[in-house]
T-cell receptor
Framework: GEDVEQSLFLSVREGDSSVINCTYTDSSSTYLYWYKQEPGAGLQLLTYIFSNMDMKQDQRLTVLLNKKDKHLSLRIADTQTGDSAIYFCAETPGTDKLIFGTGTRLQVFP | NAGVMQNPRHLVRRRGQEARLRCSPMKGHSHVYWYRQLPEEGLKFMVYLQKENIIDESGMPKERFSAEFPKEGPSILRIQQVVRGDSAAYFC???????????FGPGTRLTVL
């Protein structure tokens, strides 16, 4: 099937690290993406990782990829209240369309 | 360079009416994708178009839904005889190439009364 799975909620304290997990379905996906959606807004591409990499770091964001387990994670260091949003992982399983996960709602409290 | 534009941002229709959603891609982008987000769910692919051609419509419901991307003007997603289950946020994305990054618009939120 084409179900990309994520946990629904994550709550963290401001300043802590957040780790959002994703299990994708198709090992042929060339790129894997993380998008952020703020309330009432569209999607913003945060970062992506090429399938032949196992880690990518971009400022406060670290993406880890375990191809064997089809597991993708996004770590946000020093989480801020402005990071509160819904985070979607997405894969491109050999096609042009994006297959999105169910989304993880991140809530940051002071 | 303006981003992807969608209008209207909010659309209210009664059951049985038609909804027309518009998407203007970024300048220089000839590839357009439509996605639907039902309440509390992720985005689901609907259709992929390249100027005047439908490339992949595997996510489009078989009836009442159609999409076009004419040579001139925006891409249109048309929903005929809307039902309550069509209430959702509809997002458009554009890309400069078939496997390029997709840039998303702000979405159109359709409410069917």
């Amino acid at each position: 099937g084409e179900d990309v799975e994520q946990s629904l909620f994550l709550s963290v304290r401001e300043g802590d690290s957040s780790v959002i997990n994703c299990t994708y379905t198709d090992s042929s996906s060339t790129y894997l993406y993380w998008y952020k959606q703020e309330p009432g807004a569209g999607l913003q591409l945060l970062t992506y990782i090429f399938s032949n990499m196992d880690m990518k770091q971009d400022q406060r964001l670290t993406v880890l990829l375990n191809k064997k387990d089809k597991h993708l994670s996004l770590r946000i260091a020093d989480t801020q209240t402005g990071d509160s949003a819904i985070y979607f992982c997405a894969e491109t399983p050999g096609t042009d369309k994006l297959i999105f996960g169910t989304g993880t709602r991140l809530q940051v409290f002071p | 360079n303006a981003g992807v534009m969608q209008n209207p941002r909010h659309l209210v229709r009664r059951r049985g009416q038609e909804a027309r959603l518009r998407c203007s891609p970024m300048k220089g982008h000839s590839h357009v994708y439509w996605y639907r987000q039902l309440p509390e769910e992720g985005l689901k692919f609907m259709v992929y178009l390249q100027k005047e051609n439908i490339i992949d419509e595997s996510g489009m419901p078989k009836e009442r839904f159609s999409a076009e991307f004419p040579k001139e003007g925006p891409s249109i997603l048309r929903i005929q005889q809307v039902v309550r289950g069509d209430s959702a946020a509809y997002f458009c994305a554009s890309s400069p190439s078939r496997d390029g990054e997709q840039f998303f618009g702000p979405g159109t939120r359709l409410t069917v009364l």
